[in-house]
């Protein structure tokens, strides 16, 4: 499994989401424990693909973005909705 850190932005984030988003978040990250690209998650690089993130999904609207950082490491940089994510990507992280 994998040993995930969240980054205090992901945090932050995640307490303002609606408590239906956060379960169902809670739900895909046990499938991103198991397999971080089980096909529920559809998981995929962003660009610029050299900065090395990463999303999958909690649903249709929301995403979790994050990085591997090492083997068994990962970090959750941030999280909210497919289409504040994919903006911030590039100048952000």
């Keep these: 499994m994998p040993e995930i850190t ?10 303002k989401l609606p408590s239906s988003i956060q379960k169902k978040a809670e739900k895909q990250e046990k499938f991103f424990r198991k397999n971080p690209f089980h096909p529920s998650l559809h998981t995929e690089k962003l660009e610029p693909k050299e900065k090395q993130v990463w ?3 909690i649903d249709k609207t929301y995403r979790i973005i994050f990085r591997f950082i090492d083997g068994n490491k990962t970090v959750f940089l941030t ?5 504040w994510v994919y903006k911030i990507v590039d100048c952000r992280f």
């Design 6 to 15: 969240i980054t205090k932005e992901f945090k932050e984030r995640y307490e």
């Design 79 to 83: 999280i909210g909705t497919h289409d």
């Design 55 to 57: 999303s999958f999904r």
